[in-house]
């Protein structure tokens, strides 16, 4: 009797499929569209901006004031390509912009939830985490999967702290 050969699979051949099916992938592109908008346009216009959701290939970026919506709508082809640069198959349509209040101290809680709960790892769980991540290739799979396993520790030492 022939056994037949078995070939491992990586975690993203494995989670490819599945993230498709369950629209993660498309949730997972449009999360690092929001997560590159800084990044994107710079300081300045991060300060006087913030990006709410995608919809429908749509990113939707509150603005604090006309003044800066209007300054933004001049730049938007430039501020579009920047942030296709890191996205598959023109994943970008447009952007709209809104006028709309954003407090003062918002932009440094964007700062502290984009380093997300992985800072409060302790060194045998981050061990644990990097040695079950080691089979991903993708640096930014290993990341995105570091930050679900991650905030889903939280969420347990939390439930079970209450």
């Not at 800084?38 to 990113?59: F, H, S, W, Y």
């Amino acid at each position: 009797m022939e056994k037949k050969a078995r070939s491992l699979k990586t975690w993203g051949e494995a989670l490819g499929p599945f993230l498709k099916i369950s629209g993660l992938s498309r949730r997972m592109q449009e999360q690092k569209l929001l997560d590159s908008w800084d990044r994107a346009v710079g300081d300045a216009i991060a300060e006087k901006t913030r990006p709410i959701r995608v919809k429908n290939r749509i990113l939707q970026v509150q603005v604090t004031n006309s003044v800066w919506m209007q300054q933004l709508q001049f730049m938007k082809g430039l501020i579009i390509k920047k942030l296709q640069k890191n996205m598959p198959n023109d994943f970008l349509q447009d952007i709209r912009f809104y006028v709309g209040e954003i407090a003062p101290g918002e932009r440094k809680k964007k700062e502290i939830d984009a380093q997300g709960p992985s800072t409060a790892l302790s060194d045998t769980e981050r061990k644990r985490m990097d040695k079950n991540l080691a089979g991903i290739r993708d640096p930014e799979m290993q990341e995105i999967m570091l930050r679900v396993f991650s905030k889903g520790l939280a969420a347990q030492k939390k439930r079970l702290n209450e």
